[in-house]
């Protein structure tokens, strides 16, 4: 109940006759709220937020929608997602077959100056008709005067043409990356296959410009504010610049996304973490829009590729372990100094052998030098069985799942780990043990939009239809506070937003309908219909469409 005061303060803007799912501890439903400033003013019934209505307010009829706090989205890669915009998109619809990707080259390379680099990305060997990967000699068809790379959709593998590959400074003697490989033919010549260290080298390698750089920025900006994000924890992009670039556009307004930035590169991570310590740089360092996050590494690789490290051979494969970047010393000694040093810390893991690993890392960081409240994180955390579970809420790790995986890649999934189905990105697991995790997309891996991403996790199924691990179906309140209030405490930032209570940015998504009595399997349609950061308008789907 709001308190009635003689100067009680004027709103900005309110909203009411709404569904506003507050996201407190009480899991509130109200019906109204009010924004004054940068901040919330107040929540409750449409009876008490009128009474912040003023000659300037702004009053907004929710009409029955649904209010929710800004999204969250505590994984993704801004800058490779606004450049990969740039290149060939190879989820478009009309891609269906190796030659459709060739044709989109060709128009790419005609659009191009000779000498710079044509890139493709959200390539899916096992969706393409063909099944396969394309050749060097295939892509050296396309074009031999443009080098060319074609990125898998996880991000992880990709195949080049012959100049690519020069450029690469990968030839018939180059040796596999540790943590890598390059594909071969019978004569041991390069067949333009790079797969995890060795692709992430190339892609360092085909850079982009400083402009492409910002324009790129502008862009996911935008597509990610008309989907209701308000903040993201971006997981890395090219090279120790990534953060410089970011925190430019930021300061300039061309990204008006809070930014919380994991310090970590594609390639090379271990460099990036060390610069960074060198620096003197630590996580908290910045403000509200732009904030330094953990130090992270790779210690595996793709759940979909796959090469994510298994203790058990794949389904598909029973020779394929999958891919490690690191031993457990080295793990031990790149974040157990970054810990020492008062980072928060992290690692890509997939596979529950990489799991594993960094769950040892943090246990042993903490014995040689305990804090108290570390909130260190595993990004993905994709294969968690129980005994890795325990471990995890013991030491008060923070898992980074990802629900919309299941969708893109839950047949798969089926395919090469079989039951293991049934522990991967295991949300209702995290839940029931009272671990905090929070919900990431990894985009451009996947769609960033977040409510496709709830839908996962309510709902568990493939773009086929088919179950995978429905064992662990949360519910929707369970799965949209996944993707606010938890992604906010993955950043230590939970006093400030996360949820709509007073005091609180005014970080707000209205959606395009009630989603409490939407059916389970038609969360993914809904829209996001206007996106607020700090109380101003960031996206308005009225005002696109105008």
């Given at each position: 109940?709001?308190?009635?005061?003689?100067?009680?303060?004027?709103?900005?803007?309110?909203?009411?006759n709404?569904?506003v799912?507050a996201?407190?501890?009480?899991?509130?439903?109200?019906e109204?709220?009010?924004?004054?400033?940068?901040?919330?003013?107040?929540?409750?019934?449409?009876?008490?937020?009128?009474?912040?209505v003023?000659?300037?307010?702004?009053?907004v009829?929710?009409?029955?929608r649904?209010?929710l706090?800004?999204?969250?989205?505590?994984?993704?890669?801004?800058l490779?997602?606004?450049?990969n915009?740039l290149?060939?998109?190879?989820?478009?619809?009309?891609?269906?077959t190796?030659?459709?990707?060739?044709?989109e080259?060709r128009k790419?390379c005609?659009?191009?100056?000779?000498?710079?680099?044509?890139?493709a990305?959200g390539?899916?060997?096992?969706?393409?008709a063909?099944?396969r990967?394309?050749?060097?000699?295939?892509?050296?068809?396309?074009s031999?005067?443009?080098?060319i790379?074609?990125?898998?959709?996880?991000?992880?593998?990709?195949?080049a043409?012959?100049?690519?590959?020069?450029?690469a400074?990968?030839?018939?003697?180059t040796k596999?990356?540790?943590?890598g490989?390059?594909?071969?033919?019978?004569?041991?010549?390069?067949?333009?296959?790079?797969?995890?260290?060795?692709?992430?080298?190339?892609f360092e390698?085909?850079s982009?410009?400083?402009?492409?750089y910002?324009?790129a920025?502008?862009?996911?900006?935008?597509?990610?504010?008309?989907a209701?994000?308000?903040?993201?924890?971006?997981?890395?992009?090219?090279?120790?610049?990534?953060?410089?670039?970011m925190?430019?556009?930021?300061?300039?307004?061309?990204?008006r996304?809070?930014?919380y930035?994991?310090?970590?590169?594609l390639?090379?991570?271990?460099?990036?973490?060390?610069?960074?310590?060198?620096?003197?740089?630590?996580?908290?360092?910045?403000d509200?829009r732009?904030?330094?996050?953990?130090?992270k590494?790779?210690?595996?690789g793709?759940?979909?590729?796959?090469?994510?490290?298994?203790?058990?051979?794949y389904?598909?494969?029973?020779?394929?372990?999958?891919?490690?970047?690191?031993d457990?010393?080295?793990?031990d000694?790149?974040?157990?100094e970054?810990?020492d040093?008062?980072f928060?810390?992290?690692?890509?893991?997939?596979?529950?052998r990489?799991?594993e690993m960094m769950?040892?890392?943090i246990?042993?960081?903490?014995?040689?030098?305990?804090?108290?409240?570390?909130?260190h994180?595993i990004?993905?955390?994709?294969?968690?069985?129980?005994?890795?579970?325990?471990?995890i809420?013991?030491l008060?790790?923070?898992?980074?799942p990802?629900?919309?995986?299941?969708?893109?890649?839950?047949?798969?999934?089926l395919?090469?780990?079989?039951?293991?189905?049934?522990?991967?990105?295991?949300?209702r697991d995290?839940l029931?043990a009272?671990?905090?995790?929070?919900?990431?997309?990894?985009?451009p891996?996947?769609?960033?939009?977040p409510?496709l991403?709830?839908?996962?996790?309510?709902?568990?199924?493939?773009?086929?239809?088919?179950?995978?691990g429905?064992?662990?179906?949360?519910?929707l309140l369970e799965?949209?506070?996944?993707?606010?209030y938890?992604?906010a405490y993955?950043s230590?930032?939970?006093d400030?937003k996360?949820?709509?209570?007073p005091?609180?940015?005014?970080?707000?998504?209205?959606?395009s309908?009630?989603?409490l009595?939407?059916?389970?399997?038609?969360i993914k349609?809904?829209?996001?219909?206007?996106?607020?950061?700090?109380?101003e308008?960031?996206?308005?789907?009225h005002a696109a469409?105008?």
């Amino acid at each position: 109940m709001i308190e009635k005061e003689e100067n009680m303060r004027t709103a900005d803007t309110v909203f009411l006759n709404g569904e506003v799912i507050a996201v407190d501890a009480d899991d509130n439903i109200e019906e109204a709220l009010a924004v004054a400033g940068d901040k919330i003013l107040a929540v409750g019934t449409d009876e008490e937020i009128r009474g912040f209505v003023g000659d300037s307010t702004r009053v907004v009829d929710l009409d029955g929608r649904t209010l929710l706090p800004g999204i969250i989205d505590a994984h993704m890669h801004l800058l490779v997602y606004g450049t990969n915009r740039l290149g060939v998109d190879c989820k478009q619809p009309h891609v269906e077959t190796l030659e459709d990707i060739f044709d989109e080259l060709r128009k790419k390379c005609e659009a191009t100056k000779p000498g710079e680099w044509v890139r493709a990305s959200g390539f899916n060997n096992t969706t393409i008709a063909e099944g396969r990967y394309p050749t060097r000699e295939e892509l050296d068809a396309v074009s031999t005067e443009h080098p060319i790379l074609l990125v898998r959709t996880c991000g992880h593998i990709s195949a080049a043409n012959s100049l690519a590959l020069e450029q690469a400074g990968v030839d018939r003697d180059t040796k596999d990356p540790e943590g890598g490989r390059i594909g071969r033919d019978e004569n041991g010549e390069p067949n333009g296959l790079l797969v995890e260290a060795a692709h992430m080298s190339a892609f360092e390698t085909a850079s982009f410009t400083e402009a492409e750089y910002r324009e790129a920025l502008r862009i996911a900006s935008k597509d990610l504010l008309a989907a209701g994000i308000t903040s993201i924890h971006d997981a890395g992009g090219y090279g120790p610049h990534n953060l410089r670039t970011m925190k430019q556009a930021v300061a300039d307004g061309d990204v008006r996304l809070r930014v919380y930035a994991i310090v970590c590169s594609l390639n090379d991570s271990e460099k990036t973490v060390g610069k960074a310590i060198e620096a003197g740089m630590v996580t908290g360092l910045g403000d509200e829009r732009f904030r330094i996050g953990p130090a992270k590494v790779f210690t595996d690789g793709s759940s979909s590729g796959p090469t994510v490290a298994t203790r058990e051979p794949y389904t598909s494969d029973p020779g394929d372990h999958g891919i490690l970047y690191y031993d457990q010393g080295r793990l031990d000694a790149i974040l157990g100094e970054a810990h020492d040093l008062g980072f928060q810390i992290t690692a890509h893991a997939q596979g529950d052998r990489a799991v594993e690993m960094m769950v040892n890392c943090i246990e042993a960081s903490l014995k040689r030098t305990p804090r108290d409240d570390h909130r260190h994180r595993i990004e993905h955390s994709g294969i968690t069985p129980p005994d890795l579970l325990e471990r995890i809420r013991d030491l008060g790790i923070i898992p980074i799942p990802n629900p919309a995986f299941v969708h893109e890649f839950g047949d798969g999934y089926l395919r090469d780990y079989g039951e293991r189905v049934n522990n991967m990105f295991p949300a209702r697991d995290f839940l029931d043990a009272g671990v905090m995790a929070a919900g990431g997309s990894d985009s451009p891996v996947t769609d960033y939009d977040p409510l496709l991403g709830i839908h996962c996790a309510v709902n568990r199924r493939s773009s086929s239809g088919a179950e995978v691990g429905a064992n662990q179906r949360v519910g929707l309140l369970e799965a949209i506070r996944m993707f606010t209030y938890n992604g906010a405490y993955a950043s230590f930032e939970e006093d400030i937003k996360g949820s709509l209570e007073p005091g609180k940015l005014a970080d707000l998504a209205l959606l395009s309908e009630p989603i409490l009595s939407t059916p389970p399997e038609k969360i993914k349609d809904i829209r996001v219909d206007e996106t607020f950061v700090g109380g101003e308008e960031a996206f308005s789907r009225h005002a696109a469409r105008a």
